[in-house]
């Protein structure tokens, strides 16, 4: 899924956002291949030869010309190359959609510390893939985007759906598809606020942090079956609250 287009081409905590996916690199490449401390971002590291590689080349494809090979991990890595020396390993997570730099090391063909060998002995002792801190700090990084981007865009989304009537669609944080639609009830001179999202495509885990960015005071959500213009697909999930304006509706 597109990542928002105010991230795109920016570095964000530890990673680099692309198009449809983001950069990040593995804490042990970190700290054993770059020799920098545990949790550097990509951002502080851009004279490395290694990370302007990774940022340059993957920044629009997850794949390259060769795979490092023989591997027991099970997955695709592929040789990142800069100049004669410098060469990386890559991984696409597809599911995740994040492409890690796994691995760094010098080309010295024949020679016991090349890259290559080094490469697949991390591979057998079971090092070479990210570690589960390294998807934790990355979820954590996630959750803080995405609330920061909601506060953002909610707010501006409503705006637009009272000064246009009618449903208004919109992709949020970047990951989560949500169908606004402000109604104005002149009969108690408040508003209602329906918020239908896709039930495919939403985490319910984040439910709660949209519907607080929608209504930030204190308010009382409930589920129904429609939008105010037509019925909720099968595919979602509405709900609705309403409020008292500020300015009483002209009548």
Known sequence: MPNPDSLRGRYVGRGYICAEWELRAADRCVTEDLGKPSGT?????PKVEIVKAFIKDRSTRTIDRGKIEPLTCGVEVWILA???DHRGGTWYDEP?????LLAYGLHRSGEPDDFFPFCRALDAEDRLLPAG?????????????????????????VHEARETPGEHRRLLGGDTVACISVE??????????????KTETVDFNRIVV??????PV????????????????E??????????????VAR
């Open 41 to 45: 971002p990509l951002e502080v590291m």
């Open 133 to 157: 801190e390294d998807y934790a700090a990355m979820f954590r990084e996630r959750d803080q985007r995405f609330v920061q981007a909601v506060r953002i865009e909610a707010p501006l989304i």
């Open 235 to 248: 595919d979602e999930v509405v709900f609705t609250c309403t409020r008292e304006l500020a300015t009483p």
């Open 210 to 215: 949209v519907l607080a960015a929608f209504h």
């Open 82 to 84: 800069r100049g004669n």
């Open 96 to 100: 995740e959609a994040v492409v890690w």
């Open 184 to 197: 104005v009830d002149r009969e108690v001179e408040g508003e209602a606020l329906y918020v239908a999202f």
């Open 218 to 233: 204190e308010a009382d959500w409930g589920q129904t079956n429609s939008l105010p213009s037509r019925p909720a697909d």
